[in-house]
């Protein structure tokens, strides 16, 4: 859609764009074709898109895929995206919230406000997808595929990671949106994969990661409790006692939880 077609299809359906949803409409041909690709949709797969909006995005998915799922919160748009596509299967409410069903791809514009909740829930869920194509805001990008001891490097860096490769594809200008957003976007790509070393049943990474990440400045040893075992594996991998949360890479911090043996019942 261009921002010409963008405007008069608000004033038909005598919408204003709401800054509380985070609504951001893409009017740049280049920028969906992009994310298309990238995509690489096939005819068997099942899709789900975050935030269908005015359907420029959604108008691709149903071309491509066997199956599109929509979940869009503001009514309004809901009920156009309804009677425009009425092959979407659509879910009205709020992607944070509802139950996110099972699907091969996600492939969106996530609203700002709500990206790190929806990749949390993907990249924690018990069904991860396969591919996941988003529009995110740059710094939250960034976060994703930071590396150790960068300032960007934390514990969604390490839950995404876990469970996926990701590229940043392409950096976005805000005047690709209108209205155009205060910061640049990122078009990213996370492609499920195994961990590079298997993580253990029971193995504390998660409450571990969100312990060390929460007091980043702190020591390890002094977060995370036993001090003799954290020492023992910290030393085992080459680092120093003193090491703090954003220096061990996911390799490393998936060995360390390994480590943990939970008291016998």
Excluded at 77 to 93: C, H, M, N, S
Excluded at 104 to 126: C, H, M, Q, W
């Amino acid at each position: 859609m261009t921002l010409t077609e963008v405007r008069h299809l608000l004033v038909e359906l005598d919408l204003r764009p709401s800054k509380a949803l985070g609504q951001n409409f893409l009017i740049d041909g280049n920028i969906l074709e992009i994310i298309t690709r990238e995509a690489d949709i096939r005819s068997q797969e099942t899709v789900l898109e975050i935030g269908p909006g005015l359907g420029a995005l959604t108008h691709k998915l149903t071309d491509r895929a066997g199956t599109v799922i929509a979940v869009e919160k503001d009514t309004r748009l809901a009920e156009y995206i309804r009677q425009k596509y009425p092959e979407v299967q659509l879910i009205t409410g709020d992607a944070v919230k509802v139950p996110l069903p099972v699907c091969d791809k996600v492939v969106a514009n996530l609203p700002y406000s709500i990206s790190t909740a929806i990749l949390e829930r993907f990249v924690e869920g018990e069904a991860p997808p396969r591919r996941l194509v988003l529009t995110v805001q740059r710094e939250v990008g960034q976060r994703l595929a930071a590396k150790p001891r960068h300032k960007d490097y934390g514990a969604l860096t390490l839950f995404t990671q876990l469970r996926y490769h990701v590229t940043i594809v392409h950096v976005v200008s805000p005047n690709c949106f209108f209205p155009a957003p205060n910061v640049e976007s990122a078009i990213i790509a996370l492609d499920r994969r195994d961990p590079p070393v298997k993580l253990e049943p029971g193995a504390p990474f998660h409450d571990w990661v969100r312990l060390g990440f929460q007091q980043r400045r702190k020591m390890l040893r002094k977060l995370l409790g036993n001090h003799a075992l954290v020492d023992t594996v910290l030393q085992s991998l080459g680092l120093p006692v003193t090491a703090r949360a954003e220096e061990l890479s996911l390799e490393q911090w998936i060995i360390m939880a390994n480590h943990h043996r939970p008291a016998a019942a």
